[in-house]
């Protein structure tokens, strides 16, 4: 079964610093997706940044880039110039890419506090 | 990407009652997913309901507890039946895009059993 590890439960960051979120995971597969979600506190569950493990570049979008390392099953994910707007729970999560149906399977969250 | 809706956004419900979820999704999607957050945790698949046929559920739900209904390619129906305060969570109906490689979320349902 896939697991993904989230090791941080709390990180924060001034506000227009970098930070960095860890997330690892563990599966047998060789082609997946991976996911950074965001959920502010309005609840809703945002798609952040998502990567496809065939692609050796690591996916960007605007201020969120993740590190992926494939042979490691690690992929963080980078924010620069943070804003007060980014504070949120941060989820990582896995899909397996072998059928169109298969389940997410979700980290246990960071909680990222943005100071001003 | 896809817009969906949930309805309703929040309730407070008595133990003992039911109420259904209802979400709305803005083009038509094959699958169809619901999460269950309880506090400070995590998401949890609850089933996977896809349109003509029988909801597929995740070790720990039942139908019994949890009926879904996929009326169609656009709708789905969350039933959170005989309530305790155990259920007191959000609610996440999310779909798989018409590409096939990302998961969409709703707003959620937060639901308190009292």
């Known amino acids: 079964a896939q697991t993904v590890t989230q090791s941080q439960p709390e990180m924060s960051v001034q506000e227009a610093e970098t930070v960095t979120l860890s997330c690892t995971y563990d599966?047998?597969?060789?082609?997946?997706?991976l996911f950074w979600y965001k959920q502010p506190p309005s609840r809703q569950m945002i798609l952040v940044i998502r990567q496809e493990a065939y692609k050796q570049q690591n996916a960007t979008e605007n201020r969120f880039s993740v590190n992926f390392q494939k042979a490691a099953k690690s992929f963080s994910l980078k924010i620069s110039d943070s804003q007060l707007g980014d504070a949120a729970m941060y989820f990582c999560?896995?899909?397996?890419?072998?059928?169109?149906?298969?389940?997410?399977?979700f980290g246990t969250g960071t909680r990222l506090a943005v100071r001003p | 990407s896809a817009v969906i809706s949930q309805k309703p956004s929040r309730d407070i419900c008595q133990r003992g009652t039911s109420l259904t979820i209802q979400c709305q999704v803005d083009s038509q999607v094959t699958m169809m997913f619901w999460y269950r957050q309880q506090p400070g945790q995590s998401l949890t698949l609850i089933a996977t309901a896809n349109q003509g046929s029988e909801a597929t559920y995740e070790s720990g739900f039942v139908i019994d507890k949890f009926p879904i209904s996929r009326p169609n390619l656009t709708f789905s129906t969350l039933t959170v039946s005989n309530m305790s305060p155990e259920d007191s969570s959000i609610y996440l109906c999310s779909v798989l895009d018409r590409s096939g490689n990302t998961i969409y979320f709703g707003e959620g349902s937060w639901l308190t059993v009292v």
């Open positions: 599966t047998s597969e060789s082609d997946y997706y």
């Open positions: 999560a896995y899909r397996p890419y072998k059928s169109s149906g298969d389940k997410l399977t």
